[in-house]
């Protein structure tokens, strides 16, 4: 059976040497077919070094993709701070697609004062002006909306669904850990990885042939995440979910935002293989 799901690392793999460039081949040669640039403190790579991105993806059969600052809120009613998001989620996008890469993903805000029909609706208005952004300078690359991991966050499994029902450019991205974490779904059992599936599909049909996920394992408390840990933590555990993977034929991506980065991605993969 052809290997339709690949794996990343969340930025350069720890064995590589050189940056961003270095790390697509590097992550071809140590076996992974997919490789996710962190621009979480700013985008500061130029289109000469992201047109070699492209080049260097192509030849080594590696799909790019991107993490917008981290410094984002789309939720956010400061105007200096719109128009910082604004211009970052933009920017990462913009290089991302010259990369040629697919998704850049982001933290969609925090609700902070507003109440979460408010939030979704500033977030809304927000995303839409970088559509139009990008419509005009012609990006081609999805918006990725990462489910958050703290229950003060704007980010939710429903919110990052119905953001996508109502602007399909924007892209749900799972982060497992971050649903485990906030108490949106446990993410524990292979029935549980099952419905979790079941029940995006339902709103988005054929979510599971081109999806965008991260995993790692998690500490969290009442409030939600604090530290993303190994996935020997098994907390959610691996294993039950890439036999779901590999069993229900999803095709798409998991980068790997464990501390142990490409190691820990490539025991993924190796548990994924085993079912597929």
Same mark, same amino acid.
């Given at each position: 059976?052809?290997?339709?799901?690949?794996?990343?690392?969340?930025?350069?793999?720890?064995?590589? /040497?050189? *940056?961003?460039? &270095? #790390?697509?081949?590097?992550?071809? %040669?140590?076996? $992974?077919?997919?490789? !996710?640039?962190?621009?979480?403190?700013?985008?500061?790579?130029?289109?000469?070094?992201?047109?070699?991105?492209?080049?260097?993806?192509?030849?080594?059969?590696?799909?790019?993709?991107?993490?917008?600052?981290?410094?984002?809120?789309?939720?956010?009613?400061?105007?200096?701070?719109?128009?910082?998001?604004?211009?970052?989620?933009?920017?990462?996008?913009?290089?991302?697609?010259?990369?040629?890469?697919?998704?850049?993903?982001?933290?969609?805000?925090?609700?902070? /004062?507003? *109440?979460?029909? &408010? #939030?979704?609706?500033?977030?809304? %208005?927000?995303? $839409?002006?970088?559509? !139009?952004?990008?419509?005009?300078?012609?990006?081609?690359?999805?918006?990725?909306?990462?489910?958050?991991?703290?229950?003060?966050?704007?980010?939710?499994?429903?919110?990052?669904?119905?953001?996508?029902?109502?602007?399909?450019?924007?892209?749900?991205?799972?982060?497992?850990?971050?649903?485990?974490?906030?108490?949106?779904?446990?993410?524990?059992?292979?029935?549980?990885?099952?419905?979790?599936?079941?029940?995006?599909?339902?709103?988005?049909?054929?979510?599971? /042939?081109?999806?965008?996920?991260?995993?790692?394992?998690?500490?969290?408390?009442?409030?939600?995440?604090?530290?993303?840990?190994?996935?020997?933590?098994?907390?959610?555990?691996?294993?039950?979910?890439?036999?779901?993977?590999?069993?229900?034929?999803?095709?798409?991506?998991?980068?790997?935002?464990?501390?142990?980065?490409?190691?820990?991605?490539?025991?993924?993969?190796?548990?994924?293989?085993?079912?597929?």
């Amino acid at each position: 059976m052809k290997q339709l799901v690949r794996f990343a690392s969340a930025g350069i793999p720890i064995q590589c /040497k050189g *940056g961003n460039l &270095e #790390a697509v081949e590097c992550s071809r %040669k140590l076996g $992974l077919g997919a490789f !996710e640039i962190e621009f979480v403190r700013g985008v500061k790579m130029g289109e000469v070094k992201a047109r070699e991105i492209a080049a260097s993806a192509a030849k080594n059969d590696v799909l790019v993709s991107s993490h917008a600052p981290y410094y984002v809120n789309c939720c956010t009613q400061e105007k200096a701070k719109v128009a910082s998001t604004i211009r970052h989620i933009f920017s990462s996008a913009r290089i991302t697609g010259l990369c040629g890469g697919t998704i850049t993903v982001f933290h969609p805000g925090h609700y902070q /004062k507003l *109440g979460k029909e &408010e #939030a979704f609706q500033a977030a809304k %208005k927000v995303l $839409l002006v970088i559509n !139009e952004k990008m419509d005009a300078a012609k990006v081609k690359c999805a918006l990725g909306a990462e489910t958050v991991g703290k229950k003060s966050a704007f980010g939710g499994l429903e919110e990052v669904v119905r953001l996508h029902e109502e602007l399909e450019f924007v892209w749900p991205v799972l982060d497992f850990s971050h649903l485990l974490a906030r108490g949106d779904f446990p993410c524990k059992t292979e029935g549980e990885y099952r419905k979790l599936f079941a029940a995006v599909e339902k709103r988005i049909p054929g979510y599971g /042939k081109d999806f965008h996920s991260h995993f790692s394992s998690i500490e969290y408390t009442e409030r939600g995440e604090r530290n993303h840990l190994p996935i020997s933590a098994n907390v959610p555990p691996y294993k039950p979910l890439m036999k779901v993977l590999a069993e229900n034929g999803y095709s798409g991506r998991v980068v790997c935002e464990s501390p142990r980065l490409e190691y820990d991605a490539l025991l993924m993969q190796a548990e994924y293989l085993k079912h597929a």
